[in-house]
């Protein structure tokens, strides 16, 4: 009875040992543990741009990309960059927690805007202030472009967010 428990620990600890992932160097020092494949996200709303994925997930990283001032019917927000500014990140919001991160995890931000003048800026951080923190926000950049794929649009937000951790506290 012995040798059987004996030979059947082994057998589980091979078995989990070959789910487990693999920690520490590679092969010749490569990458240690590794990661799952990217994951695609796309929360089913039109608000995006079509051809173009929401977001990509690898790791603990989040990659989002072109999120703009379309409403959930797929109709431009409003004809102001305000308007379109505060629909474009809460876009932005709701593509980051299908993710599982949060505004707060936003480490780099960069914000597109047709014809950019010297006051858009101010307009852009107003709209940002209800997602971002105030302490500690972001890095990224406000760039000025000719047009974006659709007539009307006048922002386009592009954003890489590390989550912390795979599980969140509790409020």
């Known amino acids: 009875m012995t040798g059987r428990r004996w030979v059947l620990g082994l057998g ?11 920690m520490g160097p590679g092969p010749q020092g490569g990458p240690g543990p590794q990661a799952e494949g990217p994951r695609f996200i796309n929360p089913g709303t039109p608000s995006g741009v079509e051809g173009f994925t929401h977001a990509v997930k690898v790791g603990f990283t989040t990659y989002v990309g072109g999120e703009v001032g379309l409403d ?10 305000a308007t379109q500014a505060r629909q474009a990140f809460a876009n932005l919001t709701w593509t980051l927690r299908i993710a599982g991160a949060e505004p707060e995890d936003v480490v780099r931000l960069n914000v597109y805007v047709v014809n950019l003048k010297p006051g ?10 209800a997602y971002f923190p105030q302490r500690n ?5 406000i760039i000025g472009v000719q047009s974006l794929p659709l007539d009307g649009l006048l922002i386009a937000v592009d ?6 951790s795979l599980f969140r506290p509790r409020n």
């Open 12 to 22: 589980l600890l091979a078995v989990v040992g070959c789910a487990a992932p693999r």
């Open 72 to 81: 959930s019917a797929g109709r431009i927000a409003g004809p102001d960059l």
């Open 120 to 129: 858009d800026a101010a307009v852009i951080r107003q709209a940002g202030a």
């Open 137 to 141: 926000p972001p890095t990224g950049m």
């Open 159 to 164: 954003a890489q967010a590390q989550q912390r």
